[in-house]
């Protein structure tokens, strides 16, 4: 059993060195058969250690893959790059009105964020202030699932 479990690691070295070398060495795969046969190993071990190989791994122990978490608020650290998008989307005027309401601590950055996507979704482009009224009620005012309606004020509840 010695044996064997040092011939696999004999090909397992050569092939990890094979595959360590430089790329202008020549092609991978005759490196392998080349340091192989030099080492008196032949296809039937490698398909052995690709075997073993194999039969160590557990997928049922893997975990899987799950993506990582996203912040729902920015990181104290971070700042916002105000880019041609939110230009296109909001009139300096209104992008004022909305970092005054960010620096007087009326909205928090994460709002901040959310105000500016649903913007980005409105057609009716620059946003000026006057406009900001029904943008501000549909994010702040209704949590969770805002909505293209006319307003909560308005009466409207059917989605545009």
Do not use: C
Request: net charge negative; no cysteine.
């Amino acid at each position: 059993m010695e044996y064997e479990r040092d011939r696999l690691k004999h090909l397992l070295i050569i092939l990890l060195e094979a595959l360590a070398a430089s790329p202008e060495s020549g092609d991978v795969q005759i490196r392998i058969l080349d340091e192989t046969a030099a080492a008196g190993l032949d296809e039937d071990d490698v398909n052995g250690l690709l075997d073993w190989i194999e039969a160590q791994w557990d997928p049922a122990a893997t975990r899987p893959w799950t993506p990582a978490r996203v912040s729902t608020s920015p990181g104290e650290g971070t700042f916002r790059h105000f880019g041609s998008e939110d230009s296109a989307n909001l009139s300096g005027a209104s992008l004022g009105y909305l970092l005054r309401l960010l620096t007087e601590k009326q909205i928090d950055r994460s709002q901040l964020e959310e105000l500016l996507q649903y913007a980005s979704y409105l057609s009716v482009r620059p946003i000026e202030p006057m406009d900001l009224d029904g943008i501000l009620e549909q994010v702040l005012f209704r949590p969770g699932q805002p909505r293209m309606t006319g307003g909560a004020s308005e009466g409207f509840g059917s989605v545009h």
